[in-house]
């Protein structure tokens, strides 16, 4: 259950995005927490910590880094598990405000636990199912769900008119993604870094047209 220091974690991180050194450093400490928390209950089929930072983290930041030109005033994570790719974001995005949803108490302490032990302020867990959230969001993330198709239709009611759906998925995914979302106006995949077939698809809420009586 060895952890990484934050030399080795900035190593890992360079295909994804650049941290400066009170990041790495909690990044260490959530992937301690992690480790920790991962030998108790089942957060993440992943084991090893170097995998922890390329696989999860590396996700997260590179796509938190999309946003850096057009930061969003609020983000949801939708089943966000063990905080990914959420609690990444609300890392490099101070000014975002984030909404973790997750619907397992257990996975709801872990990441309450984190986001004290990182002193994140701009960031809340709501404990409950997507379904439940009243709000809506300028961006709505997903990240590795499972029933992708009745989480995507939750997702997109989660997004404001005009806000933007981000999508963590495979490769094969895609194709399903612009099936069952009409309602978006989707970019065209980026490919993640880190060889694993995932890609990040963006899509734009259509602004609703007002029928006239």
Do not use: C
């Amino acid at each position: 259950m060895a952890s990484v220091d934050t030399g080795e974690i900035g190593r890992l991180l360079k295909p994804f995005a650049k941290l400066d050194e009170e990041r790495l450093s909690h990044t260490s400490t959530y992937i301690d927490l992690l480790l920790k928390w991962n030998a108790r209950i089942n957060l993440t089929a992943v084991r090893d910590a170097q995998e922890m930072v390329t696989r999860h983290f590396g996700e997260s930041f590179f796509v938190a880094g999309i946003f850096r030109d057009n930061v969003p005033a609020t983000l949801i994570d939708l089943g966000s598990g063990a905080g990914f790719p959420g609690i990444p974001i609300a890392m490099l995005l101070p000014e975002t405000q984030i909404t973790l949803i997750e619907a397992n108490q257990k996975k709801v302490t872990f990441l309450r636990e984190v986001i004290f032990a990182l002193k994140l302020k701009n960031i809340s867990v709501f404990a409950g199912r997507g379904e439940e959230y009243r709000q809506q969001a300028d961006v709505v993330a997903m990240r590795a769900v499972e029933r992708f198709d009745q989480s995507l239709s939750v997702a997109m009611t989660l997004v404001e008119q005009r806000g933007r759906l981000a999508l963590m998925i495979g490769a094969s995914q895609v194709r399903d993604a612009h099936t069952l979302g009409p309602e978006m106006e989707w970019s065209d995949a980026m490919a993640i870094p880190g060889g694993h077939s995932r890609v990040l698809l963006v899509g734009i809420k259509k602004a609703k047209v007002e029928r006239n009586h």
